[in-house]
């Protein structure tokens, strides 16, 4: 089966530095999406990676290795509104998305 | 990036109505888009794949003759619940595909929350 992980909640203090982790195990990769959705909102894009190695936007930082079916969002300086669920999502070899559970952001003052 | 509006953003219904909502995307062309749905603190649940054109595809369990997609133009799909009951409140998001020679992106619309009384 396919299969998406990534935690279900994590506590960061504002100005700090989080890292998010998601496996994956797919028929097929045909890249990795990082979403943001605010609670009650449609998710909204972060990054997509198909090829290994880390992209750096801004204070977001996304990285993927597909020979261990791994990616991590990181984001630096941490503020207030970046409490969110953070969705990991991948595009199978059917270019279906196939997503995560999401990830609870919640940051602390 | 790219825009994607859904009409209306809310609704409350009877149960028993019709409902239809609208899924834009403002300047692009997009000739798939995507229906989901979403329960309080679940992840989306792709509904079904809408192809500009012809028939959607639907995903195992969902019932195409209750959920009426119709994408009829290159901006324009549209998911119609008919004869809606209140376990089809939920929170309904479509998204649009772009792509071009190297990537593949999904731009997503507002979402339109479903209430069903």
């Known amino acids: 089966g396919q299969n998406i992980d990534q935690p279900t909640e994590m506590t960061a203090t504002e100005g700090a530095i989080v890292q998010i982790n998601c496996t994956y195990q797919t028929s097929g990769f045909n890249g990795l999406f990082w979403y943001q959705q605010h609670a009650g909102e449609a998710p909204t894009f972060l990054s997509y990676n198909v090829l290994d190695g880390l992209e750096e936007k801004g204070r977001f930082s996304s990285f993927l290795s597909r020979s261990k079916g791994y990616s991590y969002l990181l984001l630096k300086e941490l503020q207030m509104k970046d409490s969110a669920s953070y969705l990991c999502?991948?595009?199978?070899?059917?270019?279906?998305?196939?997503w995560g559970a999401g990830t609870k952001l919640i940051i602390k003052p | 990036g790219a825009v994607v509006s859904q009409h209306p953003s809310r609704v409350i219904c009877k149960s028993g109505t019709s409902v239809k909502i609208e899924c834009r995307s403002l300047d692009f062309q997009a000739t798939t888009m995507f229906w989901y749905r979403q329960f309080p603190k679940q992840s989306l649940m792709l509904m079904a794949t809408s192809n500009e054109g012809s028939k959607a595809t639907y995903e195992q369990g969902v019932e195409k003759d209750k959920f009426l997609i119709n994408h009829a133009s290159l901006t324009l799909s549209t998911l119609t619940v008919t004869s809606a009951h209140p376990e089809d409140s939920s929170f309904y998001i479509c998204?649009?595909?772009?792509?071009?020679?190297?990537?593949?992106?999904?731009?997503f619309g507002p979402g339109t929350r479903l209430l069903v009384l």
């Open positions: 998204s649009a595909r772009v792509s071009d020679r190297v990537s593949e992106t999904q731009y």
């Open positions: 999502a991948v595009v199978d070899s059917n270019y279906q998305l196939i």
